[in-house]
């Protein structure tokens, strides 16, 4: 096999990755577009170069031996956004998890341990490949280095190889040396020298071949004002040089050998991309890969019942429903497993619906279940008629709350949590999609009931964690019961009147035709609006709007390009709103149809109660908590949700700025606590404190800075990500959050003491016990370090509110069944309630509704609720 090596340079192509993709989150917090990008450039770079040696280099800090040559060297980069320094570990996770060797080196550049490894790769006769996002690296270019260097995004690149650095600029690989110290480098501040560019410093070197020659031969030069410059600023161009010069002699502690690539581990690539929330990337991963997880197990004595006795359903049982597919709405129940004090019990599908026993135990709420996802036991029960009652214990719910970060993806994970290894992975027994096949009865029995005995074994363990860590009332008092008011949620489902969001579907297939007769017009010519190559030729080369980003086929046209030309053109508008309302079509209209069941009329959405870190739900197939409400179209998506009754209305209740009520009750700071006693507007409250100005001289803007810096505190914003949100510079952002800071004291006193009590006890804890773990708050890693602060800061206020929202949404269901109404609580969105209530009982429900979610829980300053009501959901917005 030959020998080829792939350096690549971690800190430029992690900078290209996070400023060519949009920040992007996942569902635990932790920026993740720069990860995302390296790894879609290490995957192209593996799949395409299938090298045998691999290493990615890193800048260990920010002082290197240039420094002593010029102390501005790189003094005038901006400081590294924390969005982008928290990535890094997890860019360093990723290569570990692909068996990558990574290195950095105290006082050199990640530039330099490339340049050392190249020229020793070289010698020992390996073809060498360089990746950056820095042409810098090209003068390492050789007949066996080839520079590939990304373009604006992260898998398009360049490669660069003598003769294409000739073709270029005239140049061999080594006068780029020359170039950097004539004409300099903003980005790494190296001043060159003055009134040189490319264009002139490429011409004198194609005449006199190096700096040391151009120097040397001044006479020759042409144009007086260039041969003073050159005069004057000649020892500052051989400096120049020399700092643009990669040092290939570092003392590097690892050598080419100690670089081999044999291929990654997949399971830690996998639970990494199930971590960061790669749902694209893990499909794309080797659908045959398992992990051979059936060394561990031991053998498991159980029964495979013939005739369901009362022996065998005892008062306390674990107990068992096999689903393999996500969607539990319509996916078919495989069979069902009881453990208990008399052993273990397998009860086929077909026996099941037959045994009235069975059923009858199932539904009495003296016998005592123990289950796994009691919110899916109930809504598969409920398909088979049978109303299960008596859940008194939940694994799943159990082992979210004692470690809300675990990754959840299969009942075996949380065996696996907590040290219990006798359970498979589905994906082990039943194989993985096309490879999914069909088991034997005793194969299936099996590896059912061992879960139901994973549930039994594991039920007093972790209610004794629950109560030592004061969490078993969160779990018993919340959580449960939630549990049992979400099923009821996802049964009911919500109507969508399928006429109306066809009829929808049309109109927004005339507003695109309109669109598109509009962006015509404009262009002077019919062509493919959704084909960027052609979009590209229209935009930058008929209309000659300025080109901002070039990728491999062409022409960028991505949507943070456009946004940037809005301005030059008015088809650049037109064009945003036709993409906009094709997403709508596609995703929302088109996407809901499909999930609208014909029985009823009604999706049923599964709320995740056991996913996010801070506590919230979130919904999937659909997800509702995600129509796009800040376009006028997407608003209108809500009106096809309606009630399911005749003389039935929507209501609709939401809390006010819940998250900043919790942050003025946590903090303690006087000023916020007045301002909403006074039941002031907060944002205006806020630009009066920073900007030092009266009420009536607030102005709009004023009041959407002010805004953006309320939210931002409560999610941890730095300046950098103010001034995305705000399009000022970072500088003018960072005074913004400073005289914030000045105006509400102790809220930053509440954030210099949460992140001190996250250092001692290494987690934090919402109002009502909810905790976050967060191990890296002590991290001598900086970035991670850093992160972890923000996280320890947002977490008690985000997951606080999540906790009031869940309580009173159990308070709610208690109140009304006490009213005895018929109204029903079907979806929660975010901080908002979304009920389906007959007409007559409106007027109770303006009376209870914010009475029982302003009473939810007792802050030191009052939650406010605003409802309205309608005959869809977009009417009682």
């Known amino acids: 096999m030959a020998k080829k090596i792939v350096l690549i340079d971690g800190n430029s192509v992690a900078y290209r990755a996070f400023f060519a993709l949009p920040l992007l989150n996942n569902d635990k917090g932790i920026h993740t577009n720069a990860i995302y990008g390296f790894a879609m450039m290490l995957d192209k770079i593996l799949t395409d170069e299938k090298p045998s040696h691999v290493l990615v280099a890193f800048d260990a ?66 073809e060498v490949k360089i990746v950056s996002g820095d042409r810098d690296l090209t003068q390492l270019a050789t007949d066996k280095t080839t520079v590939l260097v990304t373009r604006k995004g992260v898998t398009d690149m360049e490669e660069y190889t003598p003769e294409h650095i000739q073709e270029k600029y005239g140049l061999s690989p080594m006068q780029i040396i020359d170039m950097k110290g004539l004409m300099g480098d903003a980005s790494d501040n190296i001043p060159g020298v003055p009134g040189v560019g490319e264009k002139t410093a490429i011409k004198l070197l194609k005449e006199f071949e190096s700096v040391e020659k151009v120097l040397d031969s001044i006479d020759q030069v042409r144009g007086k004002k260039l041969k003073e410059n050159l005069t004057t600023y000649k020892e500052q161009a051989i400096m120049s040089k020399k700092l643009a010069t990669i040092f290939r002699e570092a003392p590097i502690e690892v050598g080419v050998d100690e670089t081999s690539f044999t291929g990654p581990d997949h ?190 074994d594991l039920k007093d363990t972790l209610i004794d964690e629950l109560k030592k860590n004061d969490q078993y009332k969160l779990f018993i008092d919340l959580e449960m019961p939630l549990s049992i008011i979400l099923a009821k949620m996802e049964s009911v489902g919500i109507r969508v009147d399928k006429e109306r969001l066809e009829i929808m579907g049309n109109e927004f297939k005339e ?167 006074h039941d002031m507007d907060i944002h205006t409250k806020t630009a009066m404190d920073v900007f030092h100005v009266e009420k009536d001289e607030v102005t709009s803007n004023m009041r959407r800075q002010a805004k953006a810096v309320n939210f931002g505190i409560v999610y941890g914003i730095s300046d950098y990500g103010l001034s995305q949100s705000l399009k000022i510079t970072r500088k003018e952002a960072g005074e913004f959050i400073e005289r914030y800071f000045q105006s509400y004291p102790q809220v930053k006193q509440y954030m210099d003491d949460i992140v001190q009590e996250a250092k001692l006890k290494g987690y934090v804890t919402t109002l009502l016990n909810r905790r976050r773990y967060i191990p890296e708050i002590t991290s001598r890693n900086f970035n991670l370090r850093s992160f972890a602060e923000r996280t320890a800061m947002n977490t008690p206020i985000q997951g606080s509110a999540a906790d009031i929202i869940k309580k009173a949404m159990i308070d709610m269901a208690e109140r009304l069944e006490k009213e005895g109404l018929q109204a029903r609580l079907l979806l929660q969105v975010h901080d908002e309630l979304i009920f389906e209530a007959p007409k007559d009982e409106i007027e109770k429900l303006i009376e209870i509704v914010p009475e029982v979610m302003e009473n939810a829980v007792e802050l030191d300053v009052p939650l406010k609720v605003d409802y309205s009501y309608g005959p869809t959901w977009f009417d009682a917005k």
């Open 61 to 126: 800090g920010k002082t290197t031996f240039r420094h002593e040559t010029f102390e501005e060297y790189k003094g005038g980069r901006q400081k590294t956004p924390p969005e982008l320094s928290e990535q890094f570990p997890y860019i360093r996770k990723l290569l570990d998890a692909h068996g990558i060797r990574h290195y950095e080196l105290e006082n050199y550049e990640a530039d330099d341990i490339i340049g050392t490894l190249s020229k020793q790769a070289e010698e020992q006769g390996f």
């Open 511 to 677: 507003q695109l035709q309109e669109i598109e007769e509009q962006i015509y017009a404009l262009a002077g010519e019919k062509f493919n609006i959704n084909s960027p190559k052609q979009l590209g030729v229209i935009l930058f080369e008929k209309l000659g709007l300025p080109v901002i980003k070039k990728t491999k086929t062409g022409y960028s046209t991505s949507a943070d390009v456009l946004e940037k030309l809005e301005s030059k053109h008015e088809i650049v508008a037109l064009i945003l709103h036709y993409r906009q309302l094709g997403k709508l079509q596609s995703t929302y209209i088109e996407g809901l149809l499909k999930m609208i069941n014909p029985e009823d009329s009604k999706v049923h959405t599964r709320f995740q109660q056991a996913l996010t870190q801070t506590g919230r739900l979130s919904s999937t197939d659909p997800n509702l908590q995600n129509i796009p409400i800040r376009l006028e179209e997407g608003r209108k998506i809500r009106q096809a949700f309606v009630p399911s009754e005749e003389d039935w209305v929507i209501f609709a209740a939401d809390y006010s700025q819940i998250e900043l009520r919790v942050l003025a009750h946590i903090s303690g700071d006087e000023r916020l606590i007045d301002a909403f006693k």
């Open 267 to 456: 399971e830690q690539v996998v639970n990494l991309y199930k971590e960061l929330g790669f749902q694209s990337l893990l499909e794309k991963l080797n659908d045959s890969f398992t992990v051979d997880e059936e060394e561990t197990l031991t053998d498991i004595q159980y029964e495979m019942v013939e005739n369901v006795t009362a022996d065998l359903l005892k008062q306390d049982s674990a107990f068992y429903v096999e689903i393999i597919e996500d969607n539990y709405h319509y996916a078919p129940i495989l069979g069902f497993a009881i453990s208990n004090e008399a052993g273990n019990f397998y009860i086929p599908v077909d026996m099941a619906k037959e045994s009235a026993e069975f059923q009858s135990w199932l539904e009495d709420e003296t016998k005592r279940k123990h289950v796994f996802d009691g919110k899916r036991t109930i809504v598969a029960l409920k398909k088979l008629g049978i109303e299960i009652q008596g859940i008194e214990f939940d694994l799943l719910l159990a082992s979210y709350l004692l470690n809300p970060s675990s990754n959840i993806a299969d009942f075996s994970d949380v065996a696996k949590a907590h040290n219990y290894n006798q359970v498979q992975s589905d994906d082990a027994v039943y194989g993985k999609g096309a490879k999914r096949q069909v088991l034997t009865d005793e194969e299936r029995a099996e590896h059912v009931v061992r879960k139901a005995k994973a549930i039994y």
